[in-house]
């Protein structure tokens, strides 16, 4: 069974950073394209960063180009979210995500809360 454990949510002053992780098991991790996702109160959730398998190609949603940065440890299965510069529109709960073949899972961990607030 996949598993995804989000970590590295906190409370953050406009300005922070801060490291999200997701840990993936029960899966062979270096094959799948992976993304993480944010859902903030009373929204949809939306897509925020994508990298590939090998983690040369990096894709990411305009509102954090040039603060987020997405990377992957293949031998960790895991991938990071470096956050910079956060403001109050990026408090949401994140999530990771991941591909296998085609197709993206529906499969969801159980997020972690980000909330950027003076």
């Known amino acids: 069974q996949v598993q995804l454990v989000e970590s590295g949510g906190a409370l953050v002053q406009p300005g922070g950073s801060l490291r999200l992780s997701c840990k993936v098991s029960g899966t062979i991790f270096s094959i799948n394209d992976m993304g993480w996702y944010r859902q903030a109160p009373g929204k949809q959730r939306e897509w925020v960063a994508a990298i590939d398998s090998s983690g040369r190609t990096t894709k990411y949603l305009d509102s954090v180009k040039g603060r987020f940065t997405i990377s992957r440890d293949n031998a960790k299965n895991t991938v990071y979210l470096q956050m910079n510069s956060l403001n109050t529109e990026d408090t949401a709960v994140y999530y990771c995500?991941?591909?296998?073949?085609?197709?993206?899972?529906?499969?969801w961990g159980q997020g972690t809360q980000v909330t950027v607030s003076s």
């Open positions: 995500r991941r591909k296998y073949g085609s197709t993206w899972s529906d499969s």
